[in-house]
Antibody
Framework: EVQLVESGGGLVQPGRSLRLSCAAS????????LYWVRQAPGKGLEWVSG????????GYADSVKGRFTISRDNAKNSLYLQMSSLRAEDMGLYYC??????????????????WGKGTTVTVSS | QSVLTQPPSVSGAPGQRVTISCTGN?????????THWYQQLPGTAPKLLIY???NRPSGVPDRFSGSKSGTSASLAITGLQAEDEADYYC???????????FGGGTRLTVL
């Protein structure tokens, strides 16, 4: 079964850091680009960051550029999101998602065919 | 304010047909970038419903269909069922923003 499982969310104070992880199974991890998509409470979806299959191309939404860092470890079938200088507006459910096409060269998704259940980030003092 | 505009809500009775629009511009849908649709049932993660404007992943009923024309795309649901009650999102790429964009989402209510 193809699966993505996020972890690492929690309560953090404004200005602090947090690292999210996404463990993948059931597919050839190193063939696909991966993404982080977030959803603020009661709001819609927002693409946050993406990384190609070989980490050759990385992209960020303007709202997180310079504060968040995406990375992946193909040997561990894992995706990460290092978040720093967290703000209240970063609060929400963070999903890990997989591109539907192999070996894409863009850090932006074509379409996302597998999603994890998400991990919740709360930013509050 | 989302770059892709969707109606906040639509509704229909069981068995009816509903459509959800996704209006963009010449930098996204109108530029030829594909539109994809996701269904988010209450309390769950989004699920891919339509990709590449009008393609259904395996397992998605043929009651769901997508289309695209000019700067807009549409999702049609026929034979509406209670289990279709969910939020629906369109997604595309925007060249002026150099990024992937989502519509604001449409809540479907089955009366």
């Amino acid at each position: 079964e193809v699966q993505l499982v996020e972890s690492g969310g929690g309560l953090v104070q404004p200005g602090r850091s947090l690292r999210l992880s996404c463990a993948a199974s059931g597919f050839t991890f190193d063939s696909y680009a991966l993404y982080w998509v977030r959803q603020a409470p009661g709001k819609g979806l927002e693409w946050v960051s993406g990384i190609t299959w070989n980490s050759g191309n990385i992209g960020y939404a303007d709202s997180v550029k310079g504060r968040f860092t995406i990375s992946r470890d193909n040997a561990k079938n894992s995706l990460y999101l290092q978040m720093s200088s967290l703000r209240a507006e970063d609060m929400g459910l963070y999903y890990c998602a997989k591109d539907g096409i192999k070996y894409t060269i863009s850090s932006h998704p074509h379409y996302m065919d597998v999603w994890g259940k998400g991990t919740t980030v709360t930013v509050s003092s | 304010q989302s770059v892709l505009t969707q109606p906040p809500s639509v509704s229909g009775a069981p068995g009816q047909r509903v459509t959800i629009s996704c209006t963009g511009n010449s930098s996204n849908i109108g530029a030829g970038y594909d539109t994809h649709w996701y269904q988010q049932l209450p309390g769950t993660a989004p699920k891919l419903l339509i990709y590449g404007n009008n393609n259904r992943p395996s397992g998605v009923p043929d009651r769901f269909s997508g289309s695209k024309s000019g700067t807009s795309a549409s999702l049609a649901i026929t034979g509406l069922q209670a289990e279709d009650e969910a939020d629906y999102y369109c997604q595309s790429y925007d060249s002026s923003l150099s990024g992937s964009v989502f519509g604001g989402g449409t809540r479907l209510t089955v009366l």
